[in-house]
């Protein structure tokens, strides 16, 4: 179980293709992009947006399943992600996450000390790109904190985090 700061980030695919993006993208869409972003309570009814910290979506795929979010740079969504960095006017911190345009945008930040606070569902600027991955910054130090403290809540394991993003979207519409 990860007990290094990176543990703390959860990565969903977003697909390319199929029935989702083409919901996402509409009957005449030619992309999607996301508006605001907002965790909802998971399928099993826990609410989780009380253990998200920031949320990022990236224009690369998610690292491979199973990684710690090894870098390989350019061949993945980690590539363009950093924990820890210098904060404008604040200094620097090694508990924020950090994107590099124009690869990410961030969609919710809820540590102050990280930048410019983003809540849920608060509206911002496009990203100009189609999101292959999301990233989910944990508001723990580390994996193994979160499990500790699943346990004393009493919360199955076998149920996932974070399940639940609402994601309201832009469609690019294709005009002749």
């Known amino acids: 179980m ?9 990565w969903f695919d977003v697909p390319r293709n199929g ?11 030619v992309a999607w992009q996301p508006h605001s972003v907002r965790v909802l309570k998971s399928q099993s009814g826990f609410e989780d947006e009380f253990i998200v910290e920031s949320i990022h979506v ?24 950093t924990l820890g960095g210098q904060v404008e006017g604040k200094g620097t911190n090694p508990n924020c996450l950090y994107g590099e345009l124009p690869h990410v945008r961030t969609h919710l930040q809820l540590a102050e000390e990280c930048g410019t606070t983003i809540v849920a569902a608060e509206p911002i600027t496009s990203a100009g790109f189609e999101p292959e991955c999301v990233a989910v910054l944990l508001a723990v130090p580390s994996r193994r904190e979160l499990f500790n403290r699943l346990m ?22 294709f005009r002749h």
């Open 2 to 10: 990860g007990e290094d700061g990176f543990s703390r980030v959860l």
């Open 19 to 29: 029935s989702l993006a083409e919901s996402l993208r509409g009957e005449n869409g």
């Open 58 to 81: 990236i224009d690369a795929p998610c690292p491979p399943t199973g990684t710690t979010g090894a870098h390989v740079y350019g061949r993945n969504a980690r590539s363009f992600l």
């Open 152 to 173: 004393a809540q009493g919360r199955p394991l076998a149920h996932p985090l974070c399940d639940t993003l609402t994601i309201k979207h832009l469609t690019d519409q």
